[in-house]
């Protein structure tokens, strides 16, 4: 018997056994709690555990994620985690019986003597990790998925670089433009009904990778502003390999930024939000924009680089 199996399963007869400590459990009870699939599973392979049951065994039955300490149980053995403890109004989700502040100690130990693939292995992380801190890793893995990065709706699609590439020019149907320079054209009939708004999307690939070219309309206070900024489809730390500089301009005035785009792992609203981007006021756009200026229409230039 390996000394995990042998570990797993002392612990898991002594919490099923025990009669005078936080919860008595009769043998009926025993039998019908989540610890009798993976005590038999210990049991009857001689240590070598069914990792996928013990894995089961650890998933919270109402939101389904992996348990995390402090992991709570009924007098009948039944688990939840902590964070949908106070969402099932005190009241075991399996069989309804009241639920105190029993803490499942045994399910906590065996834990502790796991080590799992990261949730992304699927997508190319092969690292393993305790259990404990795998949820750490997870939150900052560089293989985990990306969110859409298209603005004009909260977007629930996530994946690798290359399917979201496809997808945007399938289902949002972005502008896709080749190159490092580019000069677009943003036009609004009425600026002076000043509402939050945001224009189409712009990719483009150059240096083999992607950027978004975000355009948007919004209020920093009671000032109506535009404000103009790039995304790097990627990890932060690549996007710091490269630089953008956005040019807007007119009657003989310039407006210029530049900066490093920022990854998609922050999303349009944080990076507007913080206010890291060609920022035009709306007097100003009007007056870059000539004529009566009844209509907004500006041209911003751009240009990306990678740094040495």
């Known amino acids: 018997m390996s000394p995990r199996g042998s570990f797993c399963r002392e612990v898991i007869e002594a919490h099923i056994s ?25 049991n009857g392979n001689l240590g070598m555990a069914s990792t996928n049951d013990v894995h089961e065994l650890l998933e919270c039955p109402v939101c389904m ?23 099932v109004y005190n009241s075991c989700p399996t069989c309804r019986l009241e639920l105190g502040n029993i803490r499942c100690l ?4 065996i834990a502790e003597s796991l080590e799992l693939p990261c949730r992304y292995q ?23 998925p990306y969110n859409c990065p298209y603005a004009g709706a909260e977007c629930p699609v996530t994946g690798d670089i290359s399917f979201l590439v496809m997808h945007l020019q399938n289902d949002h149907k972005v502008d896709m433009h ?20 945001t224009w189409t999307l712009t990719v483009f690939n150059c240096f ?24 790097f489809m990627g990890d932060d730390q690549e996007a710091k390999q490269f630089s953008y500089s956005l040019e807007v301009g007119g009657n003989g005035r310039r407006l210029m930024w530049q900066g490093t785009p920022r990854s998609i792992r922050d999303s349009h609203r944080k990076v507007r939000d913080s206010q890291d981007g060609l920022i035009i006021q709306r007097n100003l756009a009007l007056f870059f924009s000539g004529g009566n200026r009844q209509e907004l229409k500006l041209k911003v230039a751009g240009r990306i680089w990678k740094e040495q």
């Open 65 to 87: 994620n992996l348990m995390y300490p402090p992991i709570y149980q009924c007098a009948n053995g039944h688990t939840l985690c902590s964070s949908c403890k106070g969402r």
């Open 18 to 42: 025990c009669g005078d400590s936080d919860v008595a459990t009769s043998n009926a009870e025993a039998r019908s709690s989540p610890f009798k699939k993976a005590a038999s599973s210990l």
């Open 106 to 109: 045994a399910l906590e130990k």
């Open 122 to 144: 699927i997508l190319g992380c092969n690292e393993i990790f305790p259990y404990y801190s795998k949820l750490k890793h997870e939150k900052s893995c560089k293989c985990r």
């Open 178 to 197: 080749d190159g490092s320079t580019f000069n677009h054209r943003y036009v609004k009939s009425n600026p002076e009904e000043f509402e939050n708004a």
């Open 208 to 231: 083999g990778r992607q950027f978004c070219l975000h355009f948007e309309a919004f209020q920093i206070g009671k000032a109506p502003v535009y404000m103009a900024f790039l995304r």
